[in-house]
């Protein structure tokens, strides 16, 4: 992220794009990996899903230190990683549920997978599309260069 900002990329695309294209190719991979037999092959896609989608926690952290002044980051931090690992919640219970419902424990397992993809593909394109911290600064009326020297 800070490479392409020194070349001059925008925050748009430098971290909304890198984050959103990161969580889209884990999308792919998890989408992908119930369709796949072989072992190596399924641990290759399963180490894009699980890694790309790792990509996006720290950069999304950064995006929002662009536009929340110093004062506020704590408090926005704090409410990111209570709502993020909401999921962790949810998921068994919903994953066993749908194991449950299925014909079959592997069909329950494809159709969990699927939706996972189906979330992650859905999310990274939202990203790709919706990041914008400079113009998101300038709605609020933060100078992020002159406030406390975010990048």
């Known amino acids: 992220m800070d490479a392409l900002k020194a070349r001059g990329v925008t925050s748009r695309w430098s971290s909304g794009a890198t984050q959103g294209l990161a969580v ?34 720290p950069l999304h952290y950064m995006t929002a230190a662009e536009v929340v002044p110093t004062a506020q980051r704590g408090a926005l931090f704090g409410i990111v990683a209570a709502t993020g690992t909401l999921p962790g919640l949810v998921a068994p219970y919903l994953t066993g549920h749908l194991i449950d419902a299925a014909d079959t424990p592997s069909s329950g397992y494809t159709t969990a997978f699927l939706i996972a993809a189906l979330v992650m593909a859905v999310a990274g394109l939202l990203a790709v599309t919706l990041i914008r911290p400079e113009r998101d600064a300038h709605r609020l009326g933060w100078d992020r260069t002159l406030a406390d020297g975010a990048r």
């Open 24 to 57: 889209c190719v884990a999308g792919c991979a998890m989408a992908a990996f119930p369709f796949t037999d072989a072992a190596v092959p399924r641990l290759v896609l399963i180490g894009l899903a699980f890694g790309t989608v790792a990509v996006a926690i």
